[in-house]
């Protein structure tokens, strides 16, 4: 069984200062891995992916990510934090290999807290 | 191009009464899921549609039914309404080929008292 975990409930940074939202999976195969940013009322809103290449994965609003196969993590990064950024923060991942209807799990999101 | 669009955005139900959410997407996605949020644990996906004329089971599909009338609309029913289905509803939908990202709908509200 797939799994996501994000062990922060909470990430509090000063703006301009750089970011990391952590990420880590639990799949059988090689994953598919996604951030998604929610604002307050909104939907979630896709910001990058990772399905093969580059471990470093660049996605939208100057944030990217690295995939870390050993330590089984994608974090999310970027270098210097905005007071805009403060949202809610969701990583998925889909296991291509595990047949059928590829399901995407969701972490249960990390609030991100930018201090002006 | 509005993206994938759900009404209605609130709404109250008493317990018992029935409901219909609906969903579109106009990116011409074949596969529509609907999840529901709760705080503290995330989204779960209650039915998702492959492609048109297909509708699967998620993780808690009990109480809900859904119809994929077309390959843009994928609608989401509640027959009979409990409190325990107090929530917010998100429509997704994805291309399901070779972009696996899900783009998201704004929400629906529903409180049941």
């Known amino acids: 069984a797939q799994s996501v975990a994000q062990p922060e409930d909470q990430v509090n940074v000063a703006e301009g200062n750089p970011l990391t939202v952590k990420c880590t999976y639990s799949?059988?195969?090689?994953?598919?891995l996604f951030w998604y940013v929610q604002y307050p009322n909104r939907g979630l809103q896709f910001l990058l992916k990772y399905i093969t290449g580059d471990n470093l994965v660049k996605g939208s609003y100057g944030f990217e990510a690295e995939f870390n196969k050993s330590q089984t993590s994608f974090h999310l990064k970027k270098p210097s934090a905005l007071v805009s950024d403060s949202a809610l923060y969701f990583c998925?991942?889909?296991?291509?290999?595990?047949?059928?209807?590829?399901?995407?799990?969701f972490g249960i999101g990390t609030k991100l807290q930018v201090i002006p | 191009n509005a993206g994938v669009t759900q009404t209605p955005k609130f709404q109250v139900l008493k317990t018992g009464q029935s409901m219909t959410l609906q969903c579109a997407q106009d990116?011409?996605?074949?596969?529509m899921y609907w999840y529901r949020q709760d705080p503290g644990m995330g989204l779960r996906l209650i039915y998702y549609s492959a492609s048109e004329g297909t509708t699967d089971k998620g993780e808690v599909p009990n109480g809900y039914n859904v119809s994929r009338l077309n390959k843009r609309e994928f609608s989401l029913r509640l027959e009979s309404a409990a409190p325990s289905q107090t929530s917010v509803y998100f429509c997704?939908?994805?291309?399901?080929?070779?972009?696996?990202?899900?783009?998201f709908g704004p929400g629906t509200r529903l409180t049941v008292t």
């Open positions: 998925a991942v889909r296991d291509p290999d595990s047949g059928g209807y590829q399901k995407v799990t």
């Open positions: 990116m011409n996605h074949n596969s």
């Open positions: 799949v059988s195969g090689n994953p598919y």
């Open positions: 997704a939908s994805s291309s399901g080929r070779s972009s696996y990202e899900q783009y």
